[in-house]
């Protein structure tokens, strides 16, 4: 079961780019990436997902390096509203398989003027 | 579509009651989950089911039940409340597996118990 580890929090300024990585060193081969974002009182919102290299959104792009126990969430020019919790999650969810999502305690971005 | 609705959204049980939270989605999704966060804390998987008819463990799953009857309803049932059930109590579902798919998540039911 990959076990993820990010940094408990992070502070940015409004129009920088912020970068979130994660480690997920024990990932297996068919486990896929996936990046929820959670403001206070409400369920996690998807961001993005990847199995490798780089995939890119309208709000945000995922780099996978080729060995795969990192991955790094980057915010293009964040704003205030971008102030949450981020989410790595990494598993391979398959019927029968039982529990492989991880969450783990995630990251707290704040986003100050 | 409302997307993903649960129901209620606070509620406070005496140790030993028994209650049903309620999970119903609109996206016709095969997938459904129940997740539980504790305060500061990430999601912890409860029970899943990848179609109705369906359900199995998750990572913590003692103290709960559920069933799929439709697609769309999905409840969490809390036979014998306890203070360590006290938690947010997520939703979710997906059209398919959540290895490849985004999950869907509902607004949460703040559960305490005294």
């Known amino acids: 079961l990959a076990k993820t580890t990010q940094p408990i929090s992070m502070d940015s300024y409004e129009g920088q780019e912020v970068n979130i990585t994660c480690s997920h060193n024990n990932i297996a081969t068919n486990d896929y990436i996936t990046w929820y974002q959670q403001f206070p009182s409400q369920g996690p919102r998807f961001i993005i997902q990847?199995?490798?290299t780089k995939v890119t959104n309208e709000v945000a792009s995922l780099f996978i390096p080729a060995d795969r126990k990192s991955s790094t969430l980057s915010l293009p020019r964040v704003s205030l509203s971008d102030t949450a919790v981020y989410y790595c999650l990494v598993g391979d969810f398959s019927a029968g398989g039982g529990n492989k999502l991880t969450f783990g305690t995630g990251t707290q971005l704040k986003v100050e003027l | 579509n409302a997307g993903v609705t649960q129901t209620p959204k606070f509620r406070i049980l005496k140790i030993g009651q028994s209650m049903t939270l309620q999970c119903t989605q609109d996206?016709?999704?095969?997938?459904m989950y129940w997740y539980r966060q504790d305060p500061g804390m990430g999601l912890k998987l409860i029970y899943y089911?990848?179609?109705?008819?369906?359900?199995d463990k998750g990572e913590v799953p003692n103290g709960y039940n559920v069933s799929r009857s439709t697609t769309e309803d999905f409840p969490l049932r809390l036979e014998l409340a306890a203070p360590s059930q006290t938690s947010v109590y997520f939703c979710a579902s997906s059209v398919g597996t959540a290895s490849n798919q985004p999950q869907h998540f509902g607004d949460g039911t703040r559960l305490s118990i005294l």
């Open positions: 990847g199995y490798k």
């Open positions: 089911s990848v179609g109705a008819g369906i359900t």
């Open positions: 996206m016709n999704h095969n997938y």
